[in-house]
C-alpha cells in the first residue's frame, strides 16, 4: 500500500464512514484533490443520499466557474459508496465521521483494524472525543490519529491533526502533508479536550454570559462591544446562530473532560436557555427573539453604556474581559506542550474567524498587563476561573 503522500492520489484510495453533513463534505475535499473514494453509512440510502448531495454541492461551484462540467464529472467518478464497512475497498486513508458516539466509534475502528490493510491510517473526525480512547483495543494504535475538519469541510481550511497518545509521528507527518495537498491549513496539537479550537473559544462565549447575567449592559450591548473589537458576531448572537444546545453540549464536554475546571463551567444562563428550548434562531428565540424573517428583535446596543463600558474597568469592560480570558487560554495551551503558538493563532483565526490569533493579540496588549487583568478579575471573582497561565508571569507562550 503506498504512503499518504504518494505523489498520485489516483494511488492513495481514501474511505469516508459516516456520510452525514462531514462525511459527505470530507469525501467531497479528497475526490476533488484526485483521490477515488469509497462512503459508507450504516443508514440504507444515506450513503446514496450524500453523493446526490456532493453532486449539488460541485454543481454550484460549476455554476460560479470554480469547476468546468469536466471536472466535475471526474470528481464524481471518483467516488462510489459501500453497503457495509467491511465491503469497503482496501485504503490507505479512512476517515470516520459517524455519531459522537465513543462505543460505535471503537467498535467502528476494531472493524477498520480487521478488515483494511495493516498500514491503512485510520482517523477519526471526532470534535470531543479522546483519540486514544478511539484508539484502545485496535491492535496498531500507532496509525490511529484525529482529523478534525470544520463544518462545511470543502469551505474551511482549517483542519486539527491530533494525537493521541498511541499515535505515531510519522504518521501525523505524513496525514499533515495530505491535508496540505488537499489545500488545507492543518495545525498539530495532542488530544486533549475540546483540541484548540473548542478550547480556547470557550471564554468567548462564557464572558458574555456572565457579564448578561450580572446585568453589566443587554445582550445587544455586550455583543455591539466584541464586534468594536473586530469579531464578526458578537458572542451572544453567535451562541444563537450555532445553537445554544450545540454551544452548551461542547461547552459541557470540555468542562467534564477538565474534571469540572471552573474556567470552563457551563452558565445557568445557558442551562436554561436549553431547558426552555430557547435554543436560538432556529427555535426563534434564544438571548434574542427572532421575528419571522430572522431578525433579531431589541437588538440595538445602547450606545452610551457601551462607550462606558469600553472605557471602563476589566470586570465590566466586556472586550478587555474576554480578551484577557482568551489570551489566557490560548498561552496556557502552548504553555502545556499541547500546540505550538503559530499553530494556536492560526487555528482560532481559520476556525473561529477571529480578527487576530489570541497569542498575536496577548503579544500586542503584553502579557504581564494580561496578567494584572485577571489577578483583578480573580479578586473580583474568586474561585478558580480567572486564575492567570503561570507562562504569562513569565512571559513565555
Ligand atoms: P451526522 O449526524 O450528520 O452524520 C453521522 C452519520 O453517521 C449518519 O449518517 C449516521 O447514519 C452515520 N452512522 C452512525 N453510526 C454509524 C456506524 N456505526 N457506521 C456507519 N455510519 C454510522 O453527523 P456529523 O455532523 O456529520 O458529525 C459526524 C462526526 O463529525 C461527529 O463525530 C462529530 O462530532 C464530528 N464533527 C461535526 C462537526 C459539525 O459541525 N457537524 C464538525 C466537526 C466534527
Known sequence: MPTL????????????????????????????????????????????????????????????????????????????????????????????????????????FARLARTQPADAVLATNTSSLDITAIADGIPDPARVIGLHFFNPPPVMRLVEVVRGAESGRDVLDDATELMRAWGKSPVRCTSTPGFIVNRVARPFYGEAQRMLMAGVADAATLDAALRSAGFRMGPLELTDFIGQDVNLAVGTSVWEQTDRDPRYEPTSLQQELVAAGHLGRKTGRGV?????????????PDEQRLAELLEGPIETNPVARTLAMLVNEA??????????????????????????GPIAWGREIGYAAVADQLAALDRAFPGGRYRPSPALREGQD
Open 5 to 108: 503522500t504518494s505523489p498520485s492520489p489516483d494511488d492513495v484510495p481514501v474511505a469516508v464512514v459516516g456520510a452525514g453533513a462531514m462525511g459527505a463534505g470530507i469525501a467531497q475535499v479528497a475526490a476533488t484533490a484526485g483521490h477515488p473514494v469509497a462512503l459508507v453509512d450504516a443508514a440504507t440510502g444515506a450513503a446514496e443520499d450524500a453523493v446526490a448531495r456532493i453532486i449539488g454541492s460541485l454543481q454550484r461551484l460549476e455554476a460560479k466557474g470554480r469547476l468546468s462540467s469536466a471536472q466535475l464529472e471526474e470528481v464524481v467518478e471518483r467516488i462510489s459508496t459501500a453497503d457495509t464497512v467491511e465491503r469497503l475497498p482496501r485504503s490507505a486513508l479512512v476517515v470516520e465521521a459517524v455519531r459522537e458516539d465513543l462505543a460505535t466509534k471503537r467498535d467502528l
Open 288 to 300: 434574542y427573539r427572532y421575528a419571522a424573517d430572522g431578525a433579531a428583535l431589541g437588538a440595538e
Open 331 to 356: 498561552v496556557d495551551l502552548v504553555h502545556r506542550g499541547e500546540a505550538t503558538a503559530a499553530d494556536v493563532d492560526t487555528a482560532m483565526t481559520l476556525g473561529t474567524n477571529y480578527p487576530k
